[in-house]
């Protein structure tokens, strides 16, 4: 083999597309001529990094933030495809409208007109008054239009601190900074957002949720949602309509807390206090506290799908109302308060000087000053995590922060200490203690209590949580258990539920 | 019927035919836990795989949430003519064609390549790799993608299917929507400018014979 041999040969010898004897006589070529020999081993050094390539894992991404903007656009596709579409007419057209109108108003009015782009702004002559013999032309009546309304977000939570929160399909730098109005829409994550827009009126978007405000101003609200919306609304006043659009049904409002949360199996309103109207194109049902009526597609509203809310569903409703500020002023708010960070381990219960706020990691919209964070352990009590300076709005838009130091890890001796309450209660007291409600026929009773034992086994306290006992047996209980003896052993704090 | 490639496009996305047609029918009908579970299901394996055809990571979560995007808006029309997973394979091609073809016009910042080495998965390496042998590896590749890069959109992601995924020509036919005898032409002019630039590199350019081009354009035609 005289001639050099191509590049890509070499790569089918590796691939092993060629024969041994064609190989051999490569390699014996290759012996004889740098060229060749340089050729084989560059082709070779990347036929081996092939395989490295093959394996190279998939980078890490900001997953929830691609997922919740795919959802963002997805859902915006579907939302624009469900709204009628609009007659598209050119600019020039408008303006042609608009000059004709404009020149019809002159000649009606006999004032001249000046027509700027597609809006008609009309020029009043300097004496415009009418004499008193004249024919009064009929007064011009000037409807303002409805006050703009503007949301603030007051908390985020989720996941993360900011919930992966879009507006209008980007995720905002300084999300607390914004006022939102009509034509925002606004898409969650994982997350949850909480906006305020008025003293006692406020929503939350549940996770994975998407939300318009089609129409936002003093005489007409309109959001549009597709997942799960928590509100909060103050009675509307005469004249004021509150509604919310999910998918082919309506829910109007006057003044109360519900949930509307709009699936692709069912759309479902449970109304916690007061009273809302839920109505599709054929009919119209009234839901009210503590009721709630869950819709197929398809399915016609009827006043026999309205069910009452059990305990537990109300009680988890009231989990979610959205949070709100005191003293709702959108100015003081924009420029006054900032967003505080709360940082956690996992989720945990938080308070914030009192106030209890729900599961962090969250963002919450505080006043410049010093706040206290508290925040749950497993037993559900709430303790000090700290405290955080919060300043003005800073103008890069980072917030204060305040990091929750991850709860310490249960100890291994209260099982050891349960054993030990368990061996050595004086059970023929107890039966004293118990004896004349036996006698009374109520048997089956319990006692919860809750104990702090420390390392030389004394009982710190010891509170009886819960108990279906009358007072004075439930006392003589507690002093029985109060005298059961531990030794030196491992400090340890919990609960015990004691069944008589 | 294509019953998938034959390489494992992600190995989170293996899916039984059925419970295949489940989800694309819980997605057709707008339920937002399928698309959810949809979305984890192929998220690795659709950033893996434009990672891989593209080298490098530069907005690389716009491109997957442009593949989400085309895939969530295209399962209405989705036949089942092939997997799931090689379908949205074909869509991540598709991207990544048009993300190339972009760049070209678009001149990248510099570092295109910065496949990281230490992105490779740990249980794939037996031992730790020494430094020099990592170096000499990060930068092997880093040679591969930068002459991938000088080739003209089409034929590198010819190339790239049938060099680095080890897909046949019929497979590689279907991924880019075209014959595979056209497939074939392609990949030869592929693989000869390829293998050129990488055995010339920076060096002086290696000698051609006219007359194995002339059979070699025969033989491809």
């Known amino acids: 083999m005289s001639r050099h041999i191509k590049p890509h040969r070499w790569a089918d010898a590796f691939a092993g597309k060629l024969d041994d004897s064609e190989r051999a006589a490569m390699e014996l070529h290759a012996e004889t001529c740098a060229s060749c020999a340089r050729s084989r081993d560059r082709v070779g050094r990347a036929s081996d990094s092939f395989g490295a390539i093959r394996t190279q894992a998939a980078p890490e991404l900001p997953w929830d933030s691609v997922r919740a903007r795919v959802h963002w656009s997805v859902s915006k596709e579907k939302r624009s495809q469900s709204q009628p579409p609009r007659l598209r007419v050119p600019v020039l057209a408008w303006a042609a409208l608009a000059a004709m109108a404009a020149g019809a108003l002159g000649v009606a009015t006999n004032r001249p007109v000046v027509v700027v782009e597609d809006a008609v702004v009309e020029m009043r002559p300097p004496v415009a008054r009418p004499s008193s013999h004249q024919t009064s032309p009929r007064p011009d009546v000037i409807v303002p239009p409805p006050a703009a309304l503007a949301a603030l977000v007051v908390r985020t939570a989720g996941a993360t601190s900011s919930g992966d929160v879009m507006i209008d399909g980007v995720r905002p730098t300084n999300l607390f900074a914004r006022r939102l109005g009509a034509g925002t829409v606004i898409a969650t994550g994982e997350g949850r957002i909480d906006l305020q827009f008025g003293d006692a009126s406020a929503f939350a978007l549940g996770p994975s949720s998407t939300l318009e405000l089609r129409r936002f101003d003093a005489q007409m609200i309109e959001l549009v949602v597709n997942g799960t919306i928590d509100l909060e609304v103050a009675p509307r006043l005469a004249g004021q309509r509150f509604v919310v659009v999910a998918g082919e049904h309506t829910v109007e409002v006057r003044g109360t807390r519900f949930r509307v949360s709009r699936e692709s199996a069912a759309t479902t309103i449970e109304c916690r206090h007061g009273m809302v109207a839920v109505r599709d194109r054929s009919a119209q049902v009234d839901v009210g506290t503590a009721r709630r009526v869950k819709l197929a597609p398809g399915v016609a509203v009827s006043a026999d799908l309205v069910v009452p809310l059990s305990v537990a569903e109300l009680a988890s409703l009231a989990e979610t109302d959205p949070v709100r500020v005191p003293l709702w002023n959108l100015d003081t708010l924009t420029t006054g308060s900032a967003p505080l960070e709360i940082a956690t381990v996992g989720r945990r219960d938080v308070r914030v000087d009192g106030i209890e706020l729900g599961s962090a990691p969250m963002l919450v919209r505080v006043m410049p000053g010093r706040h206290t964070v508290e925040a749950a352990d497993s037993a559900g009590r709430f303790r000090r995590a700290g405290w955080v300076d919060v300043a003005a709005p800073a103008p890069d838009g980072k917030p204060a922060r305040v990091e929750v130091p991850a709860e310490p890890p249960k100890t291994a001796g209260i099982a050891e200490r349960r054993r030990q309450l368990r061996a050595g209660i004086d059970q023929a007291r107890l039966s004293r203690c118990t004896r004349s409600i036996a006698k009374a026929g109520l048997t089956g009773t319990y006692v919860e209590v809750e104990l702090v034992v420390d390392a030389s086994g004394a009982v710190g306290f010891l509170n009886v949580i819960d108990t279906d006992l009358p007072a004075a047996t439930a006392s003589c209980v507690r002093e029985v258990l109060a005298d059961v003896p531990f030794g030196a052993g491992v400090p340890a704090t919990w609960r015990e539920k004691l069944d008589l | ?221």
Not at chain 2, 124 to 147: I, K, N
Not at chain 2, 148 to 155: D, F, R
Not at chain 2, 203 to 211: E, N, S
Request: hydrophobic share 35%.
């Open chain 2, 1 to 221: 019927m294509l019953g998938g490639v034959k390489r494992d496009t992600g190995s989170l996305a293996a899916l039984g035919p059925a419970d295949e047609a489940d989800l694309i029918a819980r997605c057709r009908a707008d339920e937002r836990g399928a698309h959810d579970e949809f979305y984890h299901r192929f998220r690795r394996s659709i950033a893996g795989n434009l990672y891989r055809v593209l080298g490098d990571r530069t907005d690389l979560d716009d491109l997957v949430q442009e593949v989400f995007v085309i895939a969530f808006r295209g399962l209405e029309k989705f036949r089942g003519d092939a997997r799931l997973s090689t379908w949205l394979y074909r869509i991540c091609v598709n991207v990544a064609l048009g993300r190339i073809r972009t760049r070209k016009r678009r001149p990248p910042p510099i570092g295109v390549t910065d496949l990281d080495s230490a992105a490779v998965d740990p249980s794939l390496v037996d031992r730790p790799e020494q430094p020099d042998r990592a170096l000499e590896r990060h930068q092997d590749q880093a040679r591969v993608y930068r002459a991938l890069e000088t080739l003209a959109p089409k034929k590198r992601i010819v190339l790239y299917l049938h060099e680095i995924e080890g897909l046949d020509l019929k497979e590689i036919a279907y991924l880019v929507d075209s014959n595979p005898v056209t497939v074939r032409t392609r990949l030869f002019y592929a693989r000869r400018e390829f293998y050129r630039l990488i055995a010339g590199d920076d060096a002086a350019p290696v000698p051609t014979d006219d007359k194995d081009d002339k059979d070699d354009k025969d033989g491809a035609s």
